[in-house]
């Protein structure tokens, strides 16, 4: 299973960005998708999930409103849609498949990680 993320980068506060993540050898459209952030000096942090019909998404409170997880089970893909980005987004962004829970350990497969730098 490879999970590829890609979008990220810098931008201002106030800006826009759209993740993409690839879903490669596993049964992508049964397959929930979350996506985690690990900001600077802390933990891994639950940002968004989504079931593996697109009927279910789920957000952090800290990210409601702003962003938007969608998926196309066509083209194995999962997106993470982020408006009115904010300094505190900064981080490493991770997709993972397998759950939609908030917790890390309920996934099975993580991408590598992709960076986004949200400058004030």
């Not at 049964?27 to 891994?44: Q, S, Y």
């Not at 408006?83 to 908030?102: Q, R």
Request: proline share 2%.
């Amino acid at each position: 299973v490879q999970l590829v993320e890609s979008g990220g980068g810098m931008v201002q506060a106030g800006g826009s960005l759209r993740l993409s993540c690839k879903g490669n050898g596993l049964t992508f459209d049964r397959a929930a998708m979350g996506w985690f952030l690990r900001a600077p000096g802390k933990e891994r942090e639950y940002v968004a999930s989504i079931s593996w019909t697109g009927t279910g998404s789920y957000y952090a409170d800290s990210v409601k409103g702003r962003f938007t997880i969608s998926r196309n089970n066509g083209l194995k893909m999962v997106y993470l849609h982020m408006n009115n980005l904010k300094p505190d987004d900064t981080g490493t962004y991770y997709c993972a498949a397998g759950s939609t829970d908030k917790d890390p350990r309920a996934y099975n497969y993580w991408g590598q990680g992709i960076q986004v730098t949200v400058s004030s």
